[in-house]
């Protein structure tokens, strides 16, 4: 796709969503039904979906009866969506990329993928979370591993959790890309009935916001198995927003960006519902559970568990204060109990409200 092309005259794009998972495959649908609604009103760009999953029984599913029985039984996807196992096939020709694997093995994926993606695509990344080791960011890893200008590469985040968006449920998101362009070209490909998409230039923004969200999700479950209120929680947000904004603001992000969806929004929405994985992780460990039997339980990818040590990695490196990040990784990797984590954190010393950038 070149910097030129608007999404006036792109017509048919064919775009490629890698992992067939919780939110790769609501992405995907969220595309299709995007592209229904383009192909009725004659505006916009008109996708042409294709998802890559790594099981032949769910790629099977999707293509034979329009489910994704791993994810969502009983949910219908759009009828449009073709699956694939095969990468080669997915790839071939896209113009769109979107990425929706973990976030600790997208280097690996990409390194397989590499070949097969087209020289002019725009790749898509859905993922929150920091590598391990490089303390990188999920655009960063594209950009290195695919040798990408930033102008190519795009991040869509917000409060979305995926049980409510494949239902059809009314929800809002950022696209953002630094090439302004490439976000509203992408934006147009994802505005359906019940997805909202804003766009920003703010990639740092967007992406700290996303994967912090899910180490403070954490740290809100812990203390909802704690059994402790709603001024504990509403204390955990807002600090966590604060922390948030001051990682985020010191790698180069618009402090506006975190007061909005990708920020305060996907914080709220993690911090406050069942639905999330983080927040449900931590809530079984405040409850008691030992981090092994957490982890035994739990199917999907809760990100902030190991992208909690890279971003307080990231954190240190560039001198900002993270005391939840912290606790949150002393009990997610040096066995520290929710009871000792939360003396650590109520026994440091007192401060203004308002401190560092
Ligand atoms: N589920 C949600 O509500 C949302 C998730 N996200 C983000 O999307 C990213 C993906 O998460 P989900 O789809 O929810 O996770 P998931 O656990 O539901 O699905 C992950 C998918 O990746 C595949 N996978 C696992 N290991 C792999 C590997 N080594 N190579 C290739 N594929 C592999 C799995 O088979 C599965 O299809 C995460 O970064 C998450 O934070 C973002 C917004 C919403
Ligand atoms: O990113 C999400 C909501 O925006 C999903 O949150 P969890 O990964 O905690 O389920």
């Not at 929405?269 to 999330?276: E, F, K, R």
Request: aromatic residues 4%; contains cysteine.
């Amino acid at each position: 796709m070149t910097d030129q092309m608007s999404a006036d005259n792109v017509g048919r794009v064919k775009v490629a969503v890698l992992g067939s998972g919780s939110w790769g495959t609501t992405f995907a649908n969220i595309v299709a039904d995007a592209a229904d609604l383009a192909r009725k009103s004659g505006e916009g760009p008109v996708a042409e979906v294709v998802l890559w999953g790594r099981r032949a029984a769910v790629v099977d599913a999707i293509n034979e009866s329009s489910e994704n029985p791993d994810y969502f039984p009983g949910i219908t996807l759009n009828g449009r969506l073709h699956a694939t196992t095969d990468a080669a096939e997915a790839l071939a020709g896209a113009r769109v990329v979107v990425l929706a694997v973990p976030s600790q093995t997208l280097r690996e994926n990409l390194a397989s993928w590499r070949e097969h993606i087209a020289e002019d695509a725009v790749v898509v990344s859905l993922m929150k979370g920091v590598e391990l080791g490089t303390l990188m960011r999920m655009s960063q890893v594209v950009g290195e591993v695919l040798e990408l200008s930033e102008k190519r590469i795009a991040v869509v985040s917000g409060p979305n959790l995926a049980r409510e968006i494949i239902e059809r449920q009314p929800a809002t998101a950022v696209v953002a890309c630094p090439h302004y362009e490439t976000a509203v070209l992408l934006q147009g490909l994802c505005k359906s009935a019940y997805f909202r998409p804003y766009t920003s230039t703010d990639l740092v923004g967007v992406e700290i916001g996303g994967a912090m969200k899910n180490v403070i999700g954490l740290a809100v479950g812990v203390a909802e198995g704690m059994g402790f209120g709603d001024n504990t929680k509403a204390s955990l947000i807002t600090r966590g927003l604060a922390e948030t904004t001051r990682l985020a603001v010191t790698l180069g992000a618009d402090e506006h960006t975190l007061s909005g969806l990708a920020g305060m929004g996907d914080l709220v929405a993690t911090c406050s519902s069942p639905l999330s994985r983080n927040r449900t992780f931590g809530e079984k460990l405040g409850a008691g559970k030992t981090l092994e039997q957490v982890v035994a339980e739990t199917r999907q990818t809760a990100e902030g568990v190991k992208s909690s040590e890279s971003i307080l990695e990231l954190g240190w490196t560039h001198g900002v204060d993270m005391p939840i990040t912290e606790a949150v990784v002393k009990m997610m990797h040096h066995d520290m109990s929710p009871a000792q984590a939360l003396l650590a954190f109520m026994s440091r010393s007192t401060k203004p409200e308002r401190y560092g950038v």
